[in-house]
């Protein structure tokens, strides 16, 4: 099977991105995968199999002189996908209060979850060919309709502001691509927890699908795993 797309993967040494770029390895397509500590990421381990089909670039998204680094190093390549997976919870636990946070641990989850990831989409979309998908990993937890228990109000807060961004950057960019906000379901990694419903291969398949899916179309869609619209 000859598949010779492209996709770049921001924030892909663990979970969720590590998982996405494996899968994405396994059908075929060539990736480039973002880490922000080379010593620590488990891409690297996955190079020896799959050679040059899998690249790897230092990138912490926070730090806009390394995304300029990154669109520098990808030159005139084009790209099919570019998906930011890159994100953080409060380091106090996700129920921390925006009563009680300080303003500081709130700008970090707002800056990283946020700001930055649409740094990116900002930076590199135009290597990003006509039809080719453009997309983020949001939450559920991001929806401001869905919100009926409360809870998460830091993390939910991120979320549904890079919704908000997003939207404004479809009104830019949504006739040319496929806009993409995914959320994945309560999955079992550092930043879900071990409590999590689900495990990685349990829903990597359908994550994976859903935004390969999205290929071709244009506008902007907010898309659980399973490829069913979630309420803004």
Do not use: C
Request: proline share 2%.
């Amino acid at each position: 099977m000859s598949i010779n797309k492209t996709a770049l993967i921001v924030g892909a040494s663990r979970g969720i991105g590590l998982a996405i770029v494996k899968e994405l390895l396994e059908r075929n397509w060539n990736v480039i995968g973002t880490v922000r500590d080379e010593k620590k990421a488990g891409l690297h381990e996955l190079v020896a199999k799959w050679g040059d089909h899998l690249k790897t670039f230092i990138l912490d998204i926070n730090l806009p002189t390394q995304i300029a680094d990154v669109k520098s190093q990808l030159g005139e390549k084009s790209l099919d996908l570019l998906f930011v997976n890159a994100g953080v919870a409060n380091k106090n636990g996700m129920q921390e209060t925006i009563g009680t946070v300080s303003t500081e641990e709130f700008i970090r989850v707002m800056v990283t979850n946020a700001l930055s990831p649409m740094r990116v989409l900002e930076q590199l979309v135009d290597k990003v060919h006509p039809g080719g998908v453009v997309g983020a990993m949001s939450s559920g937890l991001g929806s401001v309709a869905g919100n009926e228990t409360g809870g998460n109000d830091v993390y939910r807060a991120s979320k549904a502001a890079l919704n908000m961004i997003m939207r404004s950057f479809a009104a830019r960019h949504g006739k040319d691509h496929a806009l993409l906000l995914l959320a994945p379901g309560w999955i079992r990694t550092d930043l879900g927890g071990q409590q999590a419903t689900f495990s990685l291969e349990d829903v990597i398949g359908d994550i994976v699908d859903t935004i390969l899916a999205q290929e071709g179309k244009t506008g902007l869609r907010y898309l659980d795993r399973f490829g069913k619209p979630v309420h803004w």
